[in-house]
C-alpha cells in the first residue's frame, strides 16, 4: 500500500514534468522565473490553499461545494467593514464570517444529518445570494490589509507562497502524522464503525468545516487584494477547480483514501496547465473544457484503478457507497 | 406502507397549507401580483420549472442527481435556436431539443453508471464541459430570430391567454403522475433508490434503470428548454444558468428525499409552483431582484432541515439508522 502510493505521486510528478517540458518547448516565455513565480504560481496559490482542507474533508467522505461562495462572502462583508470601520475591523469581520459559514455547514451537516452535498448546494446559493443583495450586485474594494496581502514580496517571493508553503507543511503533518488524521480516515472508510470505536464523528466533522471556512476567510484577503476588487459572482466555479485539485491528486472521491502531497502536486500541475494554456494564447472557453476534462479524466482514472484493485484482492463486488447521492 | 401514506400525505398537506399562506400573504401585501399578466407570466415559468423538475424527481429518486441541468438546457436553446434561424417550426424544434436533451443527459448517465463516478461530480464536469463548449460554438449570441422560432411565446395562446407551454405541462404532469404510480419501471425506480444492492438482488438492472432515468429526464430537460430558448429573439449562452438549482429546490421542497427512494411527483408540483412565483413575488413585494438567490437558498436550506428533522424523529427508535444513511 505505502509503496502503491508512493509510486503513484511519483506518476503524477512525471506528468507535471511532462506538462511543463512541453509548455516550455512551445512558448520560451513561460521559463522566465518572473513569469513563472508572478503568474504561475502566484494565481493558483487560493485554490491550493483551500485544496488542504477540502482534501480532508473528502477523505471523510464529505463535500463542500460552498467554498467559493464563502470565499466571496468573508472578502464583501470583510470589504465593507473595513470600508466603514478601518482595517482592523475589516479583518475580524472576514475572519468571523468565514468561521460562521464554516459552522452552519458543519452543524447542519453533523447535527441534522442532511448530506454534505444538499447542504453546502443551498449554502452556496445561501453564502452567493447573501454577497449578491448585500452589495446590490455591486463591486467591493480592497483596503490596506488585503492588498498587502495580494501584493507584497518577501524574499523574492509573494507573501501569499510563503503562507500556502508554511499550510501545506502544517497540513501534511496534520493529515499523515497525527491521531486526528487517522480518525479522518476512519470515518471516511465506515463512518459508523468509526463512531463505535471511539472517534467523536460529529465534533470532526464541524472541525473540519469551520477549519474549511476559515482558510476561505485567509484566502478571500489574497484574492481581494490580488484583484482589487470582487463582485458576488467571483467565485463561480471555484468549488470545481479546488475539487478537481484534490480528486487529481489522488483523493478518492467517496472518501477513505488520499493523500495530501498529491494534492499538492495536482495544485502544480493544474497551475502549469492554467498559466500554460494563457501563454499559448488557448481562450479562456477551451480552459474551461480543459478543466472539467481533466477532472473527468482524473475520476475515470481512479474508478478504472479502485475497480481493478478490488478484483486483485478478490473483494466481493460491492454496491456503491451510497454517501455520495 | 400504510404509515408511509400518511407521512406523504401529511408532507404535501405542510406545502399546501405554506402555499396557501405564501399566496394570501402575497394577495393582500403585493399589489398588482394577481393581475392577468402576472399570473400567466408565473404560469409560463412555472411550466418549464415544473417540466424540468419532474426529471430532476426522477433523478433523485434513485439517488443520484443532475447539476448541469442548467448548462445542459443552455446548449438546448442554442441548438434550436441555430435551427430555428433556418426558419425550422415548433414541431422540429420540440423534437431537436428533446434529442438534444437525451443525448447530453446519457452522456452524464454514462460516467455515471458505467464509469461509477458519484453522480454530483460528473455531472459538475460535465457542466463545464457543456458551458465551455457553447461559448467556443457560439460567439456571445444567436439572433434577429424569425416569427417561426418565437411562436410558442408570443402566438401560441390558448383561448387567446393562456400560454401554450402550460398546457403542455399539464399534459407532462399528467402523464408523470399516471407513470409514477402505475408503471412497472417506476417501481424499479424506487427500488434502486431506496437500495442499489437489494434491488440488485431483486433481479433489478441497476445501471440500465439509472441510465433510462437520466434519459427520460434529459427528454424533459429538452422541453424546458423549449419554453426557455424561444421566449425571445436573442438566444444567449447562458440561457440555463443556475436553474438546476430552481428544479432541484422544488424537488426538495416537494419532500423527495435527496438519499433517493422516497417522494411523490404531486409534491414538486405544490413545491415548482411555489419557486416559480418567488422572483415575480420579491419584486412585486418590491424588494430588490439581487435578493433571489438568497431566499431560494434559504427556501432549500429550510425545507431540507424540517424534513430531516420530520426523519431524525421518526428514526430514533432504529438506532444509529439515521447516521448511517445521511453519512
Redesign the interface.
Known sequence: MKKFKFSFNLVLLLIWAAIFVAIAAMAPTFLKPDYIINTMLRNIVEIGMVALPMTLIIITGGMDLSVGSMMILCAVFGGSAAAAWGTGAGVAVTILVGLACGLINGLIIAKAKISEMVTTLATMYLFMGLSRGYTEAGSVYAYNFASWMGNTEVLGLPIQIWIYAVLAVVFVLLLHHTAFGRKLFAIGLNSSAAKYSGVNVEKIKITLYVLCGLICALASFIYLGRFSSVKYDSGTNFNLKVITVVVLGGTSIVGGSGDMKGTLVATLIIATLNSGLTVLNIPIATQTVVQGTVLLIALVAFAIMNQAKSRRRGAPKSAEPKSVS | MKHDRKKNLTTEFYLLVFLAVVLVFLGVFAKGFYSINNIMSILNVYSYVLISAIGMNMIILT???D?STGALISVVCLVIAAIGKLGATFPVLLITAMVVGMLLSAFNAF?ITK????????T??????F??????AVEGSIYDLPATYTWLAFKAKVFGIIPFSFVMCVIITVIALLFMKYSRFSKKIYAVGN???SA?LTGINVNRTVFLTYVIAGALFGVSGVIVGTAGQRVTTTMGSGLE?TF?AAV?LGGTS???GSGRILGTVIGALILASISSAITYLGI?T?????????I??IS??VS??RT?KRKRSIP?K??????
Open positions: 439517488g443520484n442527481i447539476v460516467f464509469l461509477k463516478i458519484p453522480a454530483i461530480v460528473a459538475l464536469a460535465t457542466t463545464q464541459i458551458q465551455g463548449s457553447l461559448t467556443l437500495s442499489t444492492e440488485r438549482m432541484i426538495v435527496t438519499a433517493g430588490s439581487n435578493w433571489a438567490d438568497f431566499i431560494k437558498g434559504a432549500i436550506l431540507v432541515l430531516a428533522l431524525v444509529g439515521a447516521g448511517v444513511q445521511a453519512s
